[in-house]
């Protein structure tokens, strides 16, 4: 599995983005998928994850209630809307892609895109 992200961009306080995963291959419905982030200095971070038809999602609690992941798998894509976005927001946002939803929730995953920066600040 292949996994391109775009939609990152900068962003003042308050504001809104939407990110997008791109994946190749046939068996993406398969794949539970996730995002994660990685501030300059800081470790990575689970952000959200949503399994592979769609119905179970789960959020790092700092992003609850801003945040939402989504997926359309006839177009092989996951989404990640983030609103009411905050300067500690910015970082490099990667997609993510696992057959184990609680192994993404964990940290780990199979497959990673090249992560695009998302950067809040007035």
């Known amino acids: 599995v292949q996994l391109e992200e775009s939609g990152g961009g900068l962003v003042q306080p308050g504001g809104s983005l939407t990110l997008s995963c791109a994946a190749s291959g046939r068996t993406f419905r398969t794949y539970a998928m996730g995002w994660y982030r990685q501030a300059a200095g800081k470790e990575r971070e689970f952000v959200a994850a949503?399994?592979?038809?769609?119905?179970?999602?789960h959020y790092a609690d700092f992003v609850k209630g801003r945040f939402t992941i989504s997926r359309d798998n006839a177009k092989n894509t996951v989404y990640l809307q983030m609103n009411s976005l905050k300067p500690e927001d910015t970082a490099v946002y990667y997609c993510?892609?696992?057959?184990?939803?609680?192994?993404?929730?964990?940290?780990?995953?199979?497959?990673w895109g090249q992560g695009t920066q998302v950067t809040v600040s007035s």
């Open positions: 949503i399994s592979w038809g769609g119905g179970s999602s």
């Open positions: 993510a892609a696992d057959r184990n939803l609680p192994q993404i929730v964990g940290g780990e995953s199979d497959y």
